[in-house]
């Protein structure tokens, strides 16, 4: 379930960070493009950079933290306006550089003889994003939202599905630094 929500984040996330610029901003989609590939930069430079942290966390543990740094920015996405929203927004590829490898990781140990079945398993998960990215288009297509007294685009609202998606990695995370028991 943690690797189907890592990559629907992931997908849902990069998909639509062009939208969220052109909606919310009113930028031309080419300016757009450049927030996209700043936060593709901002990925790869962060697998680096976790990848090193892995040497002194466990990785549930970084996962965990990975995955509650998504879901504040995801946060700062959907009720912060302007630019901030948008920062915010290509933030969130820092925490998602090492998820789903670190997922795939966890879950593949201990597993041994069964690991290739297990790997094949864990494969379908890339599915997750086909699932939910025309969930949020759905959703950007509705009317804003009215939540108490504050409106919100449907754009912006619609990023509470990856929201949901980092709730269920912090939870895998956290349990596996707390309570998975470790392989001989």
Known sequence: MAGVAARAAQIMIWTFIIQYAANELGM?????????????AIFVTSRFICTFL????SPGGLLGALALG????????IFVQGMA?????????????????????????????????????????IGGGCLMTPMQGAIMDMPAFHIGGMVLSSTRASFFLPALCFVVI?????????YKPRSA
């Open 85 to 125: 929203g948008l920062y915010c927004l290509i933030g969130i590829s820092a925490c998602m550089s090492l998820m789903f490898p670190t997922i795939y990781g966890i879950a593949l140990e201990g597993l041994r003889g069964d690991a290739k079945l297990g790997a094949a398993g864990l494969i379908f998960a």
């Open 28 to 40: 031309a989609a080419p300016t757009a493009q450049r927030y996209n590939i700043a936060a593709m």
């Open 170 to 178: 912090a939870g895998y995370g956290f349990w596996v630094k707390n």
């Open 70 to 77: 998504g879901l504040i920015l995801t946060l700062g996405t």
């Open 54 to 57: 892995l040497k002194y966390v």
